[in-house]
Every structure is written in structure tokens, then in C-alpha cells.
């Protein structure tokens, strides 16, 4: 007949194995802390040149605003006398 499992389970590691593996698993976790720590300096960084953006973006509006309007006014009283020439009034 045959023989019967052995339930025994026996695991010889040597100790420069043992060193490698420790080393290997410090090397992972530190480099996951440090890929950690980049990709939220890299967050802040975009949240921080966004922040800039919107507020260059704030200025610009503030410079453009009385050009936008001043060129509108042009615009408005070249139409008027446009429409003037062709109606044919004159005052």
C-alpha cells in the first residue's frame, strides 16, 4: 500500500536568503514611500501653477476690460454714421 501524507512541512531558509529578502522588501516599501511623497509634491505643484493660471487669467480680464470697451464704443459709433451715410441722414 502506499504510504501515508506526511503533514510536516519543513522550510530551510539560510541567512543570506534571509538578508535578501529583508533587503528587497525595505528597497520596495521605501521606494513606494518615496513615489508616494513625489506624486503628492507633483499635486501640490499643479494645484499650486492652477491657482496661478486663474489668477493670471483674473488679470488679464481686468487689463482687457476697458480695451474690450473702448473698441466696442468705435465699433458702435463707426456703425452709427455707417448707417447714417446710408440712410442718407445728415444732421
Known amino acids: 500500500m502506499s504510504e501515508p501524507l506526511n503533514d510536516e512541512l519543513q522550510l530551510h531558509i539560510s541567512v543570506k536568503w534571509a538578508v535578501q529578502i529583508l533587503f528587497l522588501v ?7 514611500y ?29 487689463r482687457m476690460d476697458p480695451l474690450e470697451a473702448e473698441r466696442e464704443q ?9 448707417l447714417d451715410k446710408v440712410l442718407g441722414k445728415d444732421d
Open 74 to 82: 468705435r465699433l458702435t459709433e463707426m456703425n452709427k454714421s455707417l
Open 26 to 32: 525595505f528597497t520596495l516599501t521605501g521606494a513606494w
Open 34 to 62: 518615496t513615489l508616494n511623497q513625489n506624486i503628492n509634491d507633483n499635486s501640490k505643484e499643479i494645484a499650486h501653477v492652477k491657482e496661478s493660471l486663474i489668477e493670471f487669467e483674473q488679470m488679464l480680464d481686468d
